[in-house]
């Protein structure tokens, strides 16, 4: 494992657009041990499973991309109303969900009321990036949690693994976030799986003239298919296979071999618009974890709840 990577001075205070404020060490005197006890949740479970971490990154994102970041990603369904989790974009891939749980029983044990579960995910998310990278930053806090959730909102939110670069960069435009900032989260790809139903076509019926996707390296594209045979949507094929539970750059080495597993990953290879990004993120590795760290903490200051807004839940999967 290379050495860690510390960017302790991104921001102990963050603005987001709203104009709403977090800050670094927020619950310092409320509750000093609350990131202690996630650090310690998140080591238990990747040492577990290493893929936990992954999921945990993957759900800040997936949170803070609809309504926000106010944990709507975490409530359950109920009675008339489908929530975010149970969007086919999460059940049943996206992970974590006891993780979270976890720290939130203890952090209520000895500080009840106080920490949101909002802050709770971005904690993880920031450990689950050291634990698989070495890469570390502040997080600014003081979310609340939203008291709505809804499953439709997801599809509408979240990139498709099927979107050009051009999509990409508007669907992260409307969230405030830059070019190279969403390229540079999109480095979250070098840990993780992906089912086969999401790159499948890529195989097999691209379209009406070319079975197989021309973009995809031949090699890999062979590799693929004795993972995920036709009629299979289920099995899982890391997302990077050179390094699948490190958090590095050799996501974007493999991009410019032809080696992005989904037409989302690939297509920032092969668009002018993100070319430029994909090659310099791929030479510069201590670049690219100092970019992403940043990438993150503006991620996670997206549509906020704060101050006297929503609610600090007692159990993160129910409103109180």
């Given amino acids: 494992m290379t050495s860690p990577i510390f960017f302790l001075l991104l921001c102990f205070a963050y603005a987001s657009a709203s104009g709403a404020y977090l800050r670094a060490g927020y619950y310092q005197k409320t509750c000093p041990e609350a990131e202690t006890i996630v650090r310690k949740a998140v080591k238990k479970a990747v040492a577990s499973n290493p893929g936990i971490a992954a999921g945990l990154i993957r759900m800040h994102f997936h949170d803070c991309f609809v309504r926000g970041c106010d944990a709507s990603v975490l409530l359950k369904s109920t009675p008339g109303n489908k929530a975010e989790r149970d969007s086919p974009v999460n059940d049943p891939s996206l992970r974590g969900f006891e993780v979270i749980d976890e720290a939130k029983a ?14 709770i995910i971005a904690f993880a998310a920031r450990d689950s990036a050291y634990k698989a990278g070495g890469i570390y930053y502040a997080v600014p806090a003081g979310r609340r949690d939203g008291r709505v959730s809804i499953k439709n909102e997801v599809i509408q ?18 969230k405030g976030m830059s070019v190279d900032e969403m390229v540079t989260l999109s480095g979250a ?5 992906s089912h086969c139903s999401s790159f499948s076509k890529r195989l097999y019926s691209f379209n009406a003239t070319l079975p197989q996707d021309p973009s995809l390296d031949p090699s890999y594209a062979a590799f693929l298919k004795t993972k995920c045979p036709r009629a299979d949507a289920d099995s899982t094929v890391a997302l990077d296979i050179a390094t699948p539970t490190r958090l590095d ?56 709840l704060t101050g006297s807004q929503g609610e600090v839940r007692r159990h993160c999967s129910v409103v109180n």
């Fill in 189 to 193: 790809h070098s840990i993780g799986v």
């Fill in 106 to 119: 203890q952090i209520e044990a000895v500080c009840p009321g106080t920490v949101s579960c909002a802050d």
């Fill in 157 to 174: 939110n979240l990139p498709s693994p099927n979107l050009t670069a051009s999509a990409l960069v508007e669907n992260f435009a409307r």
């Fill in 249 to 304: 750059n050799k996501y974007y080495k493999g991009l410019k071999y032809n080696r992005g597993l989904l037409t989302s990953d690939q297509t920032l290879m092969n668009s002018p618009l993100t070319t430029g990004m994909v090659v310099n993120n791929a030479r510069h590795d201590a670049l690219w974890a100092k970019k992403f760290a940043k990438a993150m903490v503006h991620m996670g200051s997206l549509d906020l």
